[in-house]
């Protein structure tokens, strides 16, 4: 399977082209563009019923991933993010996984083993951070809103917002945190931050979805309540 | 300080380099990523400060953020919406910005919000501007590209395009017809005159314009 990502970088796009007959990659669902007509989609639970609906409530992405295999050599499929955006690659291989946040995952050959993770919480608010664990072998994409931007992270560590993480190399060692004290996290606009520590590398987005959709809330129309609309 | 802008244009971000002691205000929610040396303290600078940046569609809180334990400290800011980002030196001139442009600022540089035309303020619509005192850096933002204009003599900027200007400038608000229902009409809402020597800078895209098409097309939020 070849890989090649095009448009670079605020509209990037990938082209996977198989080698051979049987080849598989799985991709997050609705991110298709086009395809030959000898590739096949299947769009299906990955790991069964119950690993998809563990990523789906621990990890918030989609439940269905579809798999696109081959049937004839030299044929390839495109596939896109939602948002404006880059896209990177990756390769897997035993002893060097990489974490995803959950809403970066584009796809992975079949190869590629994906599990969920739950980054986890201090404190009394709940809301932790939900990775996959993409282990085994292959080649895996990322998608980042805005720019991608990779940090590399020695002895003394980093902080990233939650929000702005797309992926991190699986020796780093993170903790969910809230930033400063009690006030900066009420009131900062900054919310739960990660610690990492130890070697690796960390690739950021330069832009945070959240923060868009909090843009975008007081633009919406307000319900009225004499309309008796419920 | 040291701030080296990346990823322009359209995806930019700025990383800043904080001496040992240093500190930077930034807008809420504008951190992407810092070293564990910087520690962050948030405050309003003030009740009157505060309310007068909430007044202005700002935040009410800002954040401070110092390098410490003897060594340098490292932040990387973003702004919400895609585009690019400009530094002002502060100092050798002043600037007045759109309120929403600000993103970040050294703590030497004291940001004033103010009511831009106050006649078109109380009729509906205002601008809140920000004036810069004092020395250091600031950064802002736009909503899409940056063209920078050299104004000599008279100018008309829509001001969902304004992004800054240097304080030499003369500036007032008016509407951008003659009338108010001409001016509603012709789409174009408030313009800003300036007057004088100077440069200004422009985003190429307007935030409210985008927002107002966005917002149409969402279902009705609960007040």
Known sequence: MQTEVLQ????????VTFAR?????????GTMVSRDTSVQMKTGLRGGLLASAKRKLLGGESLFLNTFTATLPGESV?????????????????GESLMIHSGAFLASESTVKLDTRWGGAKGFFGAGMFLLKAEGEGKVMVSSYGALHPVDIRGAGFICD????????????????????MKSLLLSGEGLVCHFQGRGRLWMQTRNPSRFAAWVHPFRRVRSRSSGGD | MQIDLQHRPSAAMAHVVLASGESLMAESGAMVGMTPNVAIQTGSGGLMKGLKRLFGGESFFRNTFTAEGGTPGELY??????????VLDVGPRGYFLQSHAYVASSTAVDVDTRVGGFKTFFAGEGLFVLKTRGQGQLIAGAFGAIEEVQVRGEYIVDTGHLVAWEDSL????????D???????SGEGLVCHFSGNGTLWMQTRNPSEYGQQLGRRLPPRES
């Open chain 2, 170 to 177: 003369q500036f007032r608000i008016a509407k951008a017809a």
């Open chain 1, 162 to 181: 939650n929000e702005n993480i797309v992926a991190f190399t699986d020796g780093l060692e993170y903790q969910v945190r809230r930033i400063g004290g």
């Open chain 1, 21 to 29: 007959p049987g080849e598989a990659l799985v991709a997050t669902a």
């Open chain 1, 78 to 94: 495109y596939l896109a993010p939602a948002a404006e955006g880059d896209v990177a690659e990756f390769n897997v291989r035993p």
């Open chain 1, 8 to 15: 670079q970088p605020d509209f990037s796009m990938v082209k």
């Open chain 2, 179 to 185: 009338g108010w229902i001409a001016s509603w009409l």
């Open chain 2, 77 to 86: 800011l973003a702004a919400t919406l895609p585009g690019d980002l400009v």
